[in-house]
């Protein structure tokens, strides 16, 4: 039996689509790139229709795999695509839940760890929701809620700063000297790799689409455990799960959906895009 196609659905290109279509051709798979800006649902009076630059890919679709990398502009568009692929019984990557997450907003504070500690953090949606006392000292760093890939990440050495930033929807934490960062590439309950992370000369991020670099390396079965729990808790099947090191005090930082796939694959030498695409196709 032939494989079925697979759609790969996505806001921007990045390396890690690049990637993507790059194994699946070693693994005689067709994968389909498709930008969500190119992307159209149009309801008629039988239901609905997937469009895409003005085709109808309906068909195609119902007959498909879909990976899901990321959201833009077309978010809402990505999420009733979604829900029809669950509807119809369309094997996707990621869950509906992971997919509707809308910044870290949404999910941080709501996670609950057991061998990790939080990030000291005040979610702000504007200026005027600071608090009178910022519960621990500067320099700050400012985060967008819903940034991904490092953007737009500054720190500000005052208090006066944070009131005269001009900014929306941020996290607020204390600019911390970490030992160590770790990524913890989690697929379908189980972790592919880890690998820590460095930042490029410079940079405040270790991400590896801003110049950071990935180098192999593990961590206690506990802390592995504790990745896979929160990916569980938050519906995803696909995250790279960040934790950093200060002593011998871990803190949890984030999940990311856009998990820095390239990255992992060249410092730890696992196929995480094969092994994405095998589990896809499985499913």
């Known amino acids: 039996m032939l494989n079925p196609e697979i759609f790969l659905i996505f806001a921007e290109k990045t390396v890690d689509n ?48 879909i990976i899901f990398r990321g959201k833009g502009a077309g978010k809402n ?29 949404c999910y941080l504070p709501t996670v609950k760890l057991k061998k990790t ?39 500000a050495h005052r208090i006066t700063d944070l009131k005269k930033g001009k900014w929306q929807a941020v996290l607020i ?21 880890v690998a820590e992370k460095f930042k490029a000369k410079n940079s405040l991020v270790a991400n590896f689409s801003r110049g950071g670099n990935f180098h192999a390396s593990d961590l ?3 802390l592995k455990n504790e990745a896979t729990r929160i990916c569980r808790d938050l519906g995803i099947e696909l995250g790279g799960v960040d934790f950093a ?25 696992v196929d995480a895009s094969g092994k994405i695409i095998e589990f896809l196709l499985k499913k």
Do not use: W
Request: one cysteine or more; aromatic letters at 8%.
């Open 18 to 65: 690049d990637r993507f279509l790059e194994r699946a051709r070693e693994l005689k798979v067709k994968l389909t790139p498709l930008p969500e800006a190119g992307l159209a649902i149009i309801l008629r009076k039988d239901g609905m229709r997937v469009f895409f630059s003005g085709r109808d890919i309906t068909a195609r679709i119902l007959r498909s795999r």
């Open 77 to 105: 568009t990505v999420i009733a695509l979604a829900k029809f692929a669950k509807q119809n019984h369309v094997p996707f990557l990621d869950s509906i839940e992971s997919i509707s997450l809308s910044g870290k907003t």
């Open 117 to 155: 500690k939080h990030m000291p953090t005040i979610f702000c949606e504007k200026v005027s929701d600071l608090p009178g006392k910022i519960p621990f000292k500067s320099p700050f760093v400012i985060k967008p809620a819903s940034g991904n890939r490092g953007r737009g990440v500054r720190v």
């Open 173 to 193: 934490q204390p600019q911390m000297q970490f030992a160590a960062e770790y990524r913890v590439l989690v697929l379908g309950q189980k972790v592919l790799a």
């Open 220 to 222: 206690p079965v506990t």
């Open 245 to 269: 090191r200060i002593g011998r005090t871990f803190y949890f930082l984030e999940v990311n959906r856009a998990c820095g796939i390239c990255g992992v694959e060249e410092s730890t030498g």
